[in-house]
């Protein structure tokens, strides 16, 4: 499944929102259409708004004109400001983009900074994929050799650059024989659940079942779930995660009915420099998003909404934290502190 590809100056992204009905690609040309599709969702996941941001700054330091060096890299920063402002949440998206744009500032002339800037984003799509796969296996240690897992809105191969997150484990825990069945939840309001983990799973051969978000806590309570493992769009210093709204009730639900809740991420997503997850920005999206399913109104006309697209999972309902570095168990603060980064997380709030 290639949803992020680099082909001839542009970047062509899957179409998430069209998913599962049609397979339509976007072409980017320009940094502007990225940020669009990024905050169209049309590309999401946090590892995933990454590595198209990244490309959105390479996007960007081909369209800018050539001035002067330091002209140019000013120029640029304006664009990489605007990139990583597309969506709030995801600490991935600045991260990356600060990444390539470090990158940039090392160069000595408007050819380098091209090249590295496309290098750079080149390697970060590299990069994650690999971590995907070393996360799979340190996390499929924790399945059991049968196993029901649930998880929550789309943590696969569609929101990172290849493999999945928590899709990751379960595939990794499959490619190790063991015998694993999911339980993916719809994930309202854009039902990422059941338009694109539904469509990822079954199109790999698994065994899946989808229920509604509040069909969860049935589940769990009959014993019918052995583990949940997510995905994260940022993990604070004290192992605070934010991810896909609905997950906090799932993890409360989990540990109230003795089931392991999991968080796979990688390194990327966590943010030491937020100290808990009460400093994580929420991103709020609009309105329609919840008076509409795939565009048909199910709602009054004018009723007030609220639509935050994530919320906070407090450290205490979180079993383990997976990282393509080693599973990380509380206390999370000194654990998640001593992993290896490849670069420092900046937070752009
Ligand atoms: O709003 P989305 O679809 O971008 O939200 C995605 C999630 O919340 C995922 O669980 C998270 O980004 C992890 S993806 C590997």
């Known amino acids: 499944m290639n949803a992020i590809s680099w082909d001839n100056n542009r970047l062509r992204l899957l179409d998430q929102t069209r998913l599962p009905r049609e397979r339509v690609y976007v072409d980017c040309a320009d940094y502007q259409s990225v940020v669009a599709a990024i905050r169209e969702m049309r590309v999401r996941g946090a590892p995933a708004i990454g590595v198209a941001g990244a490309y959105a700054v390479a996007l960007a330091a081909n369209r800018l004109a050539a001035t002067s060096r330091d002209a140019f890299l000013r120029a640029l ?203 994580i920005a929420i991103e709020e999206r609009p309105p329609e998003e919840v008076t509409h399913i795939a565009g048909v109104p199910i709602a009054p006309d004018g009723v007030r909404v609220r639509n935050p697209a994530f919320d906070i999972t407090p450290h205490r309902y979180i079993s383990a934290i997976v990282t393509e570095h080693g599973v990380t168990r509380p206390p999370y603060e000194a654990g998640l502190g001593r992993l290896p980064r490849s670069a420092s997380a900046a937070s752009v709030r």
């Open 77 to 279: 920063d304006v664009a990489c400001d605007e990139i990583a402002r597309a969506r709030p949440t995801a600490v991935n998206l600045s991260w990356a983009v600060e990444r390539v744009r470090r990158a940039a500032h090392q160069q000595s002339d408007v050819a380098a900074i091209r090249a590295c800037a496309l290098a750079e984003a080149r390697r970060i799509q590299e990069e994650d994929e690999q971590a995907n796969r070393s996360m799979g296996r340190l996390g499929a240690a924790l399945i059991p050799e049968r196993a029901t897992v649930l998880t929550h809105c789309n943590a696969g191969a569609l929101a990172t650059a290849g493999y999945g997150t928590a899709l990751g484990v379960l595939r990794a825990a499959r490619e190790q024989g063991k015998d694993v069945r999911v339980i993916a939840t719809e994930t309202r309001p854009l039902l990422q659940g059941a338009r694109l983990t539904a469509w990822e799973l079954r199109e790999d051969g698994f065994d899946v079942t989808l229920i509604t978000d509040s069909m969860a806590g049935h589940v769990l309570s009959r014993g019918e779930v052995d583990c949940v493992v997510v995905g994260a769009d940022r993990i604070a210093a004290n192992g605070d995660v934010a991810n896909k709204i609905g997950t906090y009730t799932i993890a409360v639900l989990a540990k109230e009915n003795g089931v392991p809740f999991y968080v796979a991420a990688p390194v990327s997503t966590i943010d030491l420099a937020t100290p808990s997850g009460d400093a």
